[in-house]
């Protein structure tokens, strides 16, 4: 089989081989628990507070506001869990979007049936909130306002500045979850009033099963996990030392050449975006033409299925996803394409292509010419396009 | 996730397309996923001599599709009727358990393209008596 095609960078990421050099020792001689009082975990702990200052710097926040996680989906529970518990005498309003990562959905949900009430703000067809819902929607119960940065289908950019600003004069509190904005847009949570942010590490070329919550000094909130006094007594349980080192140097790197990197990969995706328009008939772009991920491309081509699509491009050896229901454990479309009031029948035909640092221009050519055939093919199996054809 | 047999149909589906002169026609679509499932049957003396579909679907509902084709192909319309979604499924060397349900869509296809051709020509069919296409398959 010839080489992959990886174009599922939203999904994850492969590990740097920079980001393994820094861990592999931490995962063998410098073995050492960070709590112990002898050298060997002495070495672990400056390990940790190292990578925690890397982590800091890379968002303008300080070392001591960075909480070390089990990935993104613990720091979401836990920023909006942890908020709402501690908050409680002051409100019991929570305010989201329907377009959220199910880490920030289902918490919510479960936070329903624990007696909040949750608002889940519509975004328009480009997947953007409506600044003024938001607005209106805050009452004197709010204690929180939870909107993704980026969104992991479509990948349309919130106006995050705007709510940040919003959630301040209103005395709420924000938390962004910006796993997918980490390492691949600019963030100064000063500069944009965030008061909690989620990352995780293997969305920028780290490893998985680490992330890290930003928690802005003062911000008042429960701990999710207990036990020990790891992480100033906020998050129990003994550090993933090799993760935390791996995570510290994968945002170091994430933000080296920024403007370049962002800049390729930019081109890559309008190039992208631009040949399929070029090439194929019946296709919508889902997201926001500007407003979006550097790396998301996320199309519908009309008449036929994502699965069978995605099938198809794996046998050429390019790895994408879908928002069709027949590749969801539920069947039911994704939440996100039906939010941006995208027909079941149009969601069906979703494909997600997530560039990165391995893609080139000519990978981006080769993937286009494969998916004119393939959708061409899938199309003159499908009964829908036999009225569209008879029609033109 | 999927078998080989099912790969195979699914990059080389068999019968694909339309018959112009069809003596039943069927479509069916999965009303859970949105899949829709189009079948074309040409029967001479009892005989299916010819079936196309077209599918708009997943793998697996292409895939059993052609399946459900072959298996019918030169069978009587009785012996038709005997091809049940499971027979389509062990035919492909079994399908995920969440894509069952596909399967299921070929057995309606094929039941409510006879159902076509049974009312068409004003020839009963044995089992068709309760058959509703429009039923949930799940
Ligand atoms: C926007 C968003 N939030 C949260 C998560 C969950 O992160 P993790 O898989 O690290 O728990 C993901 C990753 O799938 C994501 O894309
Ligand atoms: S037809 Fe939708 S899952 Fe197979």
């Known amino acids: 089989m010839k080489k992959l095609i990886y174009m599922d960078h939203a999904a994850t990421t492969p590990l740097k081989k920079e980001v393994l050099d820094e861990m ?30 890397k982590v800091a710097n890379a968002i303008n926040a300080k070392p001591r506001e960075i909480f070390f996680t089990g990935g993104g989906s ?3 529970n836990w920023a909006i869990k942890g908020v709402a518990y501690a908050n409680r005498n002051r409100g019991n309003h929570i305010i ?12 919510c949900e479960y936070l329903e049936k624990q007696g909040f009430d949750v608002t889940y703000l519509d975004v328009d067809e480009y997947g953007l909130i409506d600044l003024e819902q938001l607005e209106r929607s805050i009452t004197d119960k709010t204690i929180l306002i939870s909107i993704m940065f980026a969104n992991n289908e479509i990948g349309t950019i919130q106006p995050i500045k705007e709510i940040g600003r919003i959630a301040k004069e209103k005395g709420v509190y924000f938390h962004t979850d910006a796993v997918q904005a980490i390492g691949h847009i600019k963030i100064d949570v000063d500069e944009l ?3 909690l942010l989620t990352m995780a590490a293997h969305k920028f070329y780290g490893p998985k099963g680490i992330g890290a919550l930003y928690i802005r000094q003062g911000v008042k909130i429960d701990p999710l996990i207990s036990g020990g006094g790891q992480e100033r007594n906020r998050r129990a349980g003994t550090e993933n030392v090799p993760g935390i080192v791996g995570m510290g140097k994968a945002i170091e790197l994430a933000y080296e050449n920024f403007e370049e990197k962002n800049r390729r990969l930019t081109y890559l995706r309008n190039r992208l975006i631009e040949k399929i328009f070029e090439k194929i008939d019946y296709v919508r772009l889902n997201g926001h033409p500007t407003q979006r991920l550097p790396g998301n491309v996320n199309v519908c081509f009309e008449f036929i299925e994502g699965e069978s699509l995605l099938l ?7 790895a994408g996803s879908s928002g069709s229901a027949c590749t969801s454990g539920s069947l039911e479309p994704s939440h996100v ?6 027909p079941h029948e149009i969601a069906h035909g979703s494909l997600r292509l997530t560039l990165g640092d391995s893609n080139t221009e000519e990978e981006i050519d080769y993937v286009v010419e494969k998916l004119v055939g393939i959708v061409a093919r899938l199309r003159e199996m499908s009964p829908l396009y036999e009225k569209v054809k008879e029609v033109k | 996730m999927y078998s080989e047999k099912v790969m195979d149909h699914f990059l080389n589906p068999r019968n694909v397309g339309e018959i112009e002169d069809a003596d039943g026609i069927g479509q069916v679509g999965n009303p859970r996923c949105g899949d829709i499932m189009k079948m074309y049957l040409k029967i001479e003396n009892g005989v299916i001599v010819d079936a196309k579909f077209k599918t708009f679907g997943c793998g697996s509902a292409i895939a059993s599709s052609s399946m459900a084709t072959e298996l019918i192909k030169g069978k009587t319309i009785e012996e038709a009727m005997e091809v049940t979604n499971k027979a389509v499924a ?7 358990p969440i894509k069952m349900h596909c399967s299921v869509l070929a057995e309606q296809a094929i039941k409510s393209a006879l159902l076509d051709y049974s009312k068409k020509n004003n020839v009963y069919i044995k089992g068709l008596e309760d058959f509703d296409p429009t039923e949930d398959v799940h």
Do not use: C, W
């Open chain 1, 312 to 318: 198809s491009l794996d046998m050429a050896g390019i």
């Open chain 1, 193 to 195: 009033n965030i008061d």
């Open chain 1, 96 to 107: 989201t979007s329907k377009i959220e990562h199910h880490a920030v959905l289902h918490t």
């Open chain 1, 24 to 53: 592999l020792p931490y995962m063998k001689d410098k073995f050492g628990n960070p709590s112990s009082i002898y050298s060997l975990g002495g070495q672990s702990k400056n390990a940790v507070e190292i990578a925690r200052e």
């Open chain 1, 337 to 342: 394409l039906l939010a941006i009031g995208l």
């Open chain 1, 74 to 76: 613990e720091a979401d």
């Open chain 2, 90 to 96: 062990e035919a492909l060397d079994g399908l995920p």
